[in-house]
């Protein structure tokens, strides 16, 4: 993010000083804007609730919810297909029910779209179910062939936006799904 | 009323809108009708057709009284039918799914659906859609012709003769068939 402080540092409870998941969602914010987003279908998650609030209300974002992950794949394909700017953003246990959709017709038919899913397990997760297949979510992707780049507490902030950019040129250079996967779990002070 | 003849009816009432079709022999069929730049052959994919064309619907700058029409089974219907919800939310008026229901999954070996122990018809209109039932040529002339007329999204509910047509499988390469498609739509 360039300039002053974005908005989405100050729209959750709790004010300053900003935590990781409000630095990494403002940088998200930032990206998908960059890319002048028209449509963002998602699959809710809650360490993106600050990226989904600030785009259901975008003046020129249509952001709308889908049922499963497979279908927010078609959906976005579709919309690509059209020739409009968008993007999915899910959680990372979603690929279970989307690989399919991605490999048979994103991959296939060489649709450049961009999914942005939120990271599952590792460090900070809450929920005892999803570690065993989140910590093995890169390796499934990239067993499947899957372009993937990956941000996280670690990454330096002026990476995100840049990636989320970039990722999406990558896709059209590339003719090819592509996946930023965003750690946002860690909610502790960035500094 | 078989596949083939359906399949004829749907791409003689819409030669210039982009169609979706759907996996198996149904795609095999359409494609035996003449490829063409509007359509879009899906290879695999079951249940992603209906979704497909719910982004297209939406992302596409139709003229008037445009249409996008997605060509899908009873199968692949009730396989994609998480759609429903979205199609309920966001109903877009260019969409027509034209659903050719057989009642069995024809493309691998005629095992049944679950199709006919549900009204399909009636799910999709309590999600909003307007409908239509066929039965015959004559019957899918006139719902695609009262598709055409007022604003949608619009489910046909197309009955069709179980069965396949023998015909070779369609392997042409899937990124050939997008960027065709993508082009007519960019036209």
Redesign the interface.
Not at chain 2, 42 to 45: I, K
Not at chain 2, 82 to 86: I, K
């Given at each position: 993010m360039q300039g002053n402080a974005h908005p989405a540092y100050n729209t959750s409870p709790g004010g300053w000083p900003p935590t990781a998941r409000r630095l990494g969602s403002a940088e998200i914010i930032a990206g998908l804007e960059r890319l002048a987003i028209e449509f963002l279908p998602f699959v809710p998650c809650s360490t993106a609730a600050d990226v989904l609030a600030h785009f259901r209300a975008h003046p020129s974002a249509r952001a709308f919810p889908v049922t499963r992950e497979e279908e927010g794949v078609g959906i976005l394909a579709g919309l690509t297909l059209a020739g409009r700017s968008a993007a999915l953003m899910m959680q990372d246990t979603g690929f279970g029910n989307s690989l399919t959709a991605l490999t048979t017709f994103g991959q296939a038919y060489h649709v450049p779209m961009l999914v942005v899913a939120t990271r599952t397990g590792g460090l900070g997760e809450i929920n005892a179910a999803v570690p065993s297949y989140s910590e093995s979510v890169p390796d499934v992707l990239h067993a499947a062939g899957l372009s993937l780049f990956t941000l996280d507490a670690r990454t330096p902030l002026p990476e995100w936006e840049a990636t989320l950019v970039g990722a999406k040129r990558y896709a059209e250079t590339a003719h090819r799904p592509v996946i930023v996967l965003a750690d946002l779990k860690r909610e502790a002070p960035a500094a | 009323m078989t596949r083939l003849d359906a399949l004829r009816e749907i791409l003689a009432a819409c030669p210039d809108d982009p169609v979706v079709g759907t996996c198996g022999a149904t795609i095999r069929e359409l494609a035996s009708l003449g490829v063409r730049d509007n359509c879009?052959y899906?290879?695999?994919?079951m249940?992603?057709?209906?979704?497909?064309?719910?982004?297209?619907?939406?992302?596409?700058a139709a003229p008037e009284h445009g249409r996008v029409v997605v060509i899908e089974g009873d199968g692949g219907t009730l396989m994609?039918l998480?759609?429903?919800?979205?199609l309920a939310?966001?109903r877009p008026a260019s969409l027509v799914l034209a659903v050719l229901d057989n009642g069995v999954h024809a493309s691998t070996g005629g095992q049944p659906t679950a199709a006919g122990a549900l009204d399909l018809a009636a799910v999709f209109a309590a999600a909003g859609c307007c409908t239509a039932q066929a039965e015959d040529e004559a019957g899918l002339h006139a719902a695609l012709a009262a598709a055409r007329a007022a604003p949608g999204p619009w489910m046909l509910h197309v009955r069709i003769a179980p069965g396949n047509a023998p015909l070779p499988y369609y392997q042409e390469d899937?990124?050939v068939?997008?960027?065709r498609?993508?082009a007519f739509?960019?036209r």
């Open positions: - | 879009l899906m290879q695999n994919s249940g992603l057709a209906g979704p497909i064309g719910l982004g297209l619907a939406l992302g596409h994609g998480s759609q429903l919800g979205t939310l966001l899937p990124a068939i997008a960027q498609f993508a739509l960019a």
